[in-house]
């Protein structure tokens, strides 16, 4: 809809402008060349129009030229030119411009202030560029201006005020650039606007309700901003209105009003990503223009109006990620519905089959929903449809009958039925002769995979992972690029599987039953970018050729019982592995010097095996490393490595636990590792290791991570997701296994929020660097069962998002710095068996932790420890005599108190003799209520004696006085 108001406005323009008969002035021509000479190309090969002017020519008729017919240049169309560097100001030269044209370039700086020359331009178009800094004032000269497209820049700030001179615009976009802000309220006197697009910026703020009076507004688009508030409904009803784009502002609410029958302009209508929600109106279907509806990720609920499927022209409709519930109705469906995504709602029952009506329907997608039937056994009527999602439902069965009345999908490309509660495999896919991918993961499938299901010769990516499959693995698919059989019960592998794996990109046999030796065929696999043979009972050696392979990314051979040495293992010098697992064997020998052949690595888990060796630093070169797992084997000495200026800036995960290292840790290791410093912010993540090239991961939903990822029928397990990868883009989930708050977890995807050090249980000593302070965003420590030294370093502070600490087991000294309570995400603490003194301090996570984090040191006290004990002694002196003094305030601040109250009480008794009169008074008054007996022998004349000189007689009194009273204790 852009391009063609566009080419509308060129075309009045040239209708505007006379036939040029003459000759373009001779400055004009001079300025034009000019400006040829100092403008900068990027690739001056693909300059079309500039690179042709020529001074043998008349100016006016260069391409990209346009003139009046007098011979002023009025029009400059420069676009797609690949300019780079700044505007320059020769422009100024063309002061009657009225249409100038810069977009698809690498212009960058700011847009010069020359441009204020410019009185009489009507279209202004710099977008595709890199152009930064503010918009200037000097736009106020620009009342003449039709037409202004900024967007696809690097501007920033306000939107100025000088843009409230621009009453004539017609089109403003200034989409995708860093503008803040809200919408000013001057925009009201846009009433001429017909395309409004500010969307990709940082605009905030509430919609004014002022656009709903833009009686020619054709397009309206707000999308990506920061929005806020009730959207006006009003806005929905204006009648020239063909889109409406507000998506991905999340804060930005409202609900969609009725549409009245004369509203009937509305093309797209996309909410995507915000916070509508009410139920849609029966009378959305009066918007008969409707092609694409989007209001995927909202909160509508109740049911969906059967006549939303009727609109004539619909092609795109997105509803996924809402509330909806309900059976699903289609009457009079359109035939026009090319994709239709209903996933993640709560829509059950049977899937009607009406739904064969949609004659042109290409894409289905009803996944995460409570379906439990579908009609594969329907009419035949959906010849176009190459995509159907029904994975993440409670599908029992499919149609599985022998005879021809099952369904025949003749185009279908794509199956997911992941995750429901299928027994078999269906056996209308024995038909379905295009088929390249199948997803039947996490069912309840038994028994042997049928030698049908390898029909289709097209079958590349096949999924059958957590079912309860078994046999021997099948190697009769050799088209296939992807294949995953993990967390099975299969038993063997053929010897010769490699040779029927010679396209195979994936294979995943993980979480099996499988035993023997690993066959050394899977070498043919040349193609081969991921191998998964983790979790079995596989032995003997690794295949030497393993390793070798080229071409190989990912190799994970953990869990399972392979000896042999490591150290004859061979990488080539071009090698692509990323991840190389093999911990939880019984393997021995040292690290493979080759190793350090692989500048790509990212994993190596080696950990639990009998390797001997000191610490490899010959990887201490492969700035890729995130991830490095040596626990559990038998590696010694110290862990500095000569010349590690630089070594592993993106290491998040450090498991040396469980072996004989020793020394002291200097703190220049600690200042290497940038990513452990980076704020939440600031770091990567290592949720998938994309191999080929780096993909958007296909888990990650628009309202968080695995927000859209349900817990499998049958296969509960953690790992069990559907496949991680794309033909052409292999993905594969990082899994390895850690020890964090006490025990062992393993971590399926490696987020950029995890990162561990884990020392535990070696030899180091001397003491903790400070420089471990700087781990922002550290989230693990394990320092336990060393014999490190000293205080605990007071920078641990600074660790905000420190959520597991462990330094028991030491000979750590000196007082708990109380910059540990600042510690708000700390939910694991052990400080035990160590020789810390002092009172333990209190507040935020340290009310919650038990006296086990504390036991083990004679010098601690206070809470959570038994009581509130005064400072313990040691060797008759207080263990705060030295160089630290702790005060008691506690105790102090009662003290003081009673002190002072005591001397105010006596001291008013002495000062105040009116005070001292009534007090005398008072206790006279309370002693004749107690003992009435008084009063007879005392007389009533002695009532205003001083109280003290009636307590001298108390001692002469006789006993038959105070006789009868129980509570009267003394001289009696």
Same mark, same amino acid.
């Given at each position: 809809?852009?391009?063609?108001?566009?080419?509308?406005?060129?075309?009045?323009?040239?209708?505007?402008?006379?036939?040029?008969?003459?000759?373009?002035?001779?400055?004009?021509?001079?300025?034009?060349?000019?400006?040829?000479?100092?403008?900068?190309?990027?690739?001056?090969?693909?300059?079309?129009?500039?690179?042709?002017?020529?001074?043998?020519?008349?100016?006016?008729?260069?391409?990209?030229?346009?003139?009046?017919?007098?011979?002023?240049?009025?029009?400059?169309?420069?676009?797609?030119?690949?300019?780079?560097?700044?505007?320059?100001?020769?422009?100024?030269?063309?002061?009657?411009?009225?249409?100038?044209?810069?977009?698809?370039?690498?212009?960058?700086?700011?847009?010069?202030?020359?441009?204020?020359?410019?009185?009489?331009?009507?279209?202004?178009?710099?977008?595709?560029?890199?152009?930064?800094?503010?918009?200037? *004032?000097?736009?106020?000269?620009?009342?003449?201006?039709?037409?202004?497209?900024?967007?696809?820049?690097?501007?920033?700030?306000?939107?100025?005020?000088?843009?409230?001179?621009?009453?004539?615009?017609?089109?403003?976009?200034?989409?995708?650039?860093?503008?803040?802000?809200?919408?000013?309220?001057?925009?009201?006197?846009?009433?001429?606007?017909?395309?409004?697009?500010?969307?990709?910026?940082?605009?905030?703020?509430?919609?004014?309700?002022?656009?709903?009076?833009?009686?020619?507004?054709?397009?309206?688009?707000?999308?990506?901003?920061?929005?806020?508030?009730?959207?006006?409904?009003?806005?929905?009803?204006?009648?020239?209105?063909?889109?409406?784009?507000?998506?991905?502002?999340?804060?930005?609410?409202?609900?969609?009003?009725?549409?009245?029958?004369?509203?009937?302009?509305?093309?797209?209508?996309?909410?995507?990503?915000?916070?509508?929600?009410?139920?849609?109106? /029966?009378?959305?279907?009066?918007?008969?223009?409707?092609?694409?509806?989007?209001?995927?990720?909202?909160?509508?609920?109740? =049911?969906?109006?059967?006549?939303?499927?009727?609109?004539?022209?619909? =092609?795109?409709?997105?509803?996924?990620?809402?509330?909806?519930?309900?059976?699903?109705?289609?009457?009079?469906?359109?035939?026009?519905?090319?994709?239709?995504?209903?996933?993640?709602?709560?829509?059950?029952?049977?899937?009607?089959?009406?739904?064969?009506?949609?004659?042109?329907?290409?894409?289905?997608?009803?996944?995460?929903?409570?379906?439990?039937?579908?009609?594969?056994?329907?009419?035949?009527?959906?010849?176009?449809?190459?995509?159907?999602?029904?994975?993440?439902?409670?599908?029992?069965?499919?149609?599985?009958?022998?005879?021809?009345?099952?369904?025949?999908?003749?185009?279908?490309?794509?199956?997911?039925?992941?995750?429901?509660?299928?027994?078999?495999?269906?056996?209308?896919?024995?038909?379905?002769?295009?088929?390249?991918?199948?997803?039947?993961?996490?069912?309840?499938?038994?028994?042997?995979?049928?030698?049908?299901?390898?029909?289709?010769?097209?079958?590349?990516?096949?999924?059958?992972?957590?079912?309860?499959?078994?046999?021997?693995?099948?190697?009769?698919?050799?088209?296939?690029?992807?294949?995953?059989?993990?967390?099975?019960?299969?038993? =063997?592998?053929?010897?010769?599987?490699?040779?029927?794996?010679?396209?195979?990109?994936?294979?995943?046999?993980?979480?099996?039953?499988?035993?023997?030796?690993?066959?050394?065929?899977?070498?043919?696999?040349?193609?081969?970018?991921?191998?998964?043979?983790?979790?079995?009972?596989?032995?003997?050696?690794?295949?030497? #050729?393993?390793?070798?392979?080229?071409?190989?990314?990912?190799?994970?051979?953990?869990?399972?019982?392979?000896?042999?040495?490591?150290?004859?293992?061979?990488?080539?010098?071009?090698?692509?592995?990323?991840?190389?697992?093999?911990?939880?064997?019984?393997?021995?020998?040292?690290?493979?010097?080759?190793?350090?052949?692989?500048?790509?690595?990212?994993?190596?888990?080696?950990?639990?095996?009998?390797?001997?060796?000191?610490?490899? #630093?010959?990887?201490?070169?492969?700035?890729?490393?995130?991830?490095?797992?040596?626990?559990?084997?038998?590696?010694?000495?110290?862990?500095?490595?000569?010349?590690?200026?630089?070594?592993?800036?993106?290491?998040?995960?450090?498991?040396?636990?469980?072996?004989?290292?020793?020394? /002291?840790?200097?703190?220049?290791?600690?200042?290497?590792?940038?990513?452990?410093?980076?704020?939440?912010?600031?770091?990567?993540?290592?949720?998938?290791?994309?191999?080929?090239?780096?993909?958007?991961?296909?888990?990650?939903?628009?309202? *968080?991570?695995?927000?859209?990822?349900?817990?499998?029928?049958?296969?509960?397990?953690?790992?069990?997701?559907?496949?991680?990868?794309?033909?052409?883009?292999?993905?594969?989930?990082?899994?390895?296994?850690?020890?964090?708050?006490?025990?062992?977890?393993?971590?399926?995807?490696?987020?950029?929020?995890?990162?561990?050090?884990?020392?535990?249980?070696?030899?180091?000593?001397?003491?903790?660097?400070?420089?471990?302070?700087?781990?922002?965003?550290?989230?693990?420590?394990?320092?336990?069962?060393?014999?490190?030294?000293?205080?605990?370093?007071?920078?641990? *502070?600074?660790?905000?998002?420190?959520?597991?600490?462990?330094?028991?087991?030491?000979?750590?000294?000196?007082?708990?710095?109380?910059?540990?309570?600042?510690?708000?995400?700390?939910?694991?603490?052990?400080?035990?068996?160590?020789?810390?003194?002092?009172?333990?301090?209190?507040?935020?996570?340290?009310?919650?932790?038990?006296?086990?984090?504390?036991?083990?040191?004679?010098?601690?006290?206070?809470?959570?420890?038994?009581?509130?004990?005064?400072?313990?002694?040691?060797?008759?002196?207080?263990?705060?005599?030295?160089?630290?003094? /702790?005060?008691?305030?506690?105790?102090?601040?009662?003290?003081?108190?009673?002190?002072?109250?005591?001397?105010?009480?006596?001291?008013?008794?002495?000062?105040?003799?009116?005070? =001292?009169?009534?007090?005398?008074?008072?206790?006279?008054?309370?002693?004749?209520?107690?003992?009435?007996?008084?009063?007879?022998?005392?007389?009533?004349?002695?009532?205003?004696?001083?109280?003290?000189?009636?307590?001298?007689?108390?001692?002469?009194?006789?006993?038959?006085?105070?006789?009868?009273?129980?509570?009267?204790?003394?001289?009696?």
């Amino acid at each position: 809809m852009k391009t063609l108001l566009h080419y509308f406005f060129l075309l009045c323009f040239n209708i505007l402008l006379p036939a040029v008969h003459s000759q373009c002035i001779k400055d004009q021509q001079q300025s034009l060349l000019h400006l040829k000479k100092i403008l900068q190309f990027d690739q001056p090969s693909y300059s079309t129009k500039v690179i042709s002017w020529n001074s043998s020519t008349d100016c006016c008729s260069w391409v990209g030229v346009n003139c009046t017919s007098n011979g002023h240049v009025v029009g400059l169309d420069l676009s797609s030119e690949t300019i780079s560097g700044l505007i320059p100001g020769s422009f100024a030269n063309f002061s009657n411009l009225r249409v100038l044209d810069l977009s698809g370039n690498s212009i960058s700086g700011p847009i010069p202030g020359s441009f204020a020359n410019f009185s009489n331009l009507r279209e202004l178009d710099l977008s595709g560029n890199n152009i930064s800094g503010i918009i200037p *004032g000097s736009f106020a000269n620009f009342s003449n201006l039709w037409k202004l497209d900024l967007s696809g820049n690097n501007i920033s700030g306000l939107i100025p005020g000088s843009f409230a001179n621009l009453s004539n615009l017609r089109e403003l976009d200034l989409s995708e650039n860093s503008i803040s802000g809200p919408i000013p309220g001057f925009f009201a006197d846009f009433s001429n606007l017909r395309i409004l697009d500010l969307s990709g910026n940082n605009i905030s703020g509430t919609v004014p309700e002022f656009f709903a009076n833009f009686s020619k507004l054709t397009s309206f688009s707000l999308s990506g901003c920061q929005l806020n508030g009730t959207f006006p409904n009003e806005i929905f009803q204006v009648p020239t209105l063909q889109t409406i784009d507000l998506s991905g502002n999340l804060k930005l609410g409202g609900s969609l009003p009725e549409f009245p029958m004369t509203n009937g302009s509305l093309q797209w209508l996309i909410l995507r990503n915000t916070n509508f929600s009410g139920s849609l109106p /029966e009378s959305i279907s009066n918007l008969k223009m409707l092609s694409t509806i989007d209001l995927s990720g909202c909160n509508f609920t109740g =049911s969906i109006p059967s006549s939303l499927f009727s609109l004539p022209l619909l =092609s795109q409709l997105n509803l996924s990620h809402n509330q909806f519930s309900g059976e699903l109705a289609f009457s009079n469906v359109s035939f026009n519905l090319v994709a239709l995504d209903l996933s993640f709602n709560n829509l059950e029952g049977q899937i009607s089959v009406s739904i064969f009506n949609f004659q042109g329907l290409q894409s289905l997608n009803l996944s995460s929903n409570n379906f439990n039937a579908f009609p594969f056994n329907g009419p035949q009527q959906l010849e176009n449809l190459s995509n159907i999602d029904l994975s993440y439902n409670s599908l029992l069965s499919l149609y599985n009958g022998t005879d021809s009345s099952y369904s025949s999908f003749p185009q279908i490309d794509s199956l997911n039925l992941a995750a429901n509660k299928l027994g078999t495999i269906p056996y209308f896919l024995r038909n379905q002769s295009t088929l390249s991918s199948v997803d039947l993961s996490a069912n309840h499938i038994q028994g042997k995979i049928p030698d049908w299901i390898w029909s289709s010769n097209q079958l590349s990516t096949l999924n059958l992972s957590c079912n309860q499959l078994q046999g021997q693995i099948p190697t009769f698919l050799p088209s296939a690029k992807c294949l995953d059989y993990s967390r099975n019960n299969f038993s =063997s592998i053929s010897s010769n599987i490699g040779d029927f794996l010679t396209n195979t990109l994936f294979f995943s046999l993980s979480s099996n039953n499988l035993r023997g030796v690993i066959p050394a065929s899977i070498c043919n696999a040349s193609n081969l970018q991921i191998l998964d043979l983790s979790n079995n009972f596989l032995s003997g050696m690794i295949p030497q #050729c393993l390793t070798a392979m080229r071409d190989l990314s990912v190799l994970n051979l953990a869990r399972n019982n392979l000896t042999g040495s490591i150290s004859n293992v061979e990488v080539t010098e071009d090698s692509s592995l990323q991840i190389l697992d093999i911990g939880g064997n019984q393997l021995g020998g040292k690290v493979p010097k080759s190793l350090a052949k692989c500048i790509m690595l990212e994993v190596l888990n080696i950990g639990n095996n009998n390797i001997t060796d000191s610490f490899p #630093c010959l990887l201490k070169n492969i700035s890729t490393f995130r991830v490095l797992i040596l626990r559990s084997n038998n590696f010694y000495g110290g862990i500095e490595c000569l010349n590690t200026n630089g070594t592993w800036p993106g290491l998040q995960i450090i498991d040396l636990a469980h072996n004989n290292f020793s020394g /002291e840790i200097q703190g220049i290791l600690w200042r290497t590792w940038r990513e452990m410093m980076a704020t939440e912010n600031e770091n990567g993540s290592l949720s998938t290791i994309a191999i080929g090239s780096h993909t958007k991961n296909p888990f990650t939903s628009t309202k *968080g991570p695995f927000a859209h990822i349900k817990s499998h029928p049958f296969c509960t397990d953690s790992t069990c997701l559907p496949l991680r990868y794309a033909i052409s883009h292999l993905e594969y989930s990082v899994s390895v296994i850690v020890t964090s708050k006490g025990s062992e977890m393993e971590l399926v995807k490696i987020l950029s929020i995890f990162t561990l050090i884990d020392f535990s249980s070696n030899n180091f000593s001397g003491p903790i660097p400070k420089e471990m302070g700087e781990f922002k965003s550290l989230r693990v420590l394990n320092l336990s069962r060393n014999a490190f030294t000293g205080e605990i370093p007071s920078s641990f *502070g600074n660790m905000q998002v420190l959520e597991s600490l462990d330094l028991s087991q030491n000979k750590l000294s000196g007082h708990i710095p109380p910059q540990l309570v600042k510690l708000t995400y700390l939910a694991s603490l052990n400080l035990s068996y160590n020789q810390l003194i002092g009172r333990i301090p209190t507040g935020y996570q340290f009310s919650t932790f038990l006296p086990s984090s504390f036991t083990g040191n004679k010098g601690l006290w206070g809470f959570p420890l038994t009581g509130f004990p005064p400072p313990p002694t040691v060797n008759g002196s207080s263990p705060n005599s030295g160089h630290h003094h /702790e005060v008691n305030w506690d105790l102090i601040i009662v003290e003081i108190g009673f002190t002072f109250g005591f001397g105010v009480a006596v001291g008013s008794l002495l000062l105040c003799k009116r005070w =001292s009169k009534w007090y005398y008074r008072a206790m006279y008054n309370i002693l004749l209520k107690i003992f009435p007996q008084l009063e007879e022998r005392i007389g009533i004349h002695r009532t205003h004696v001083y109280i003290n000189q009636r307590c001298t007689q108390f001692s002469t009194f006789p006993k038959d006085l105070f006789t009868r009273n129980k509570g009267i204790w003394g001289l009696l």
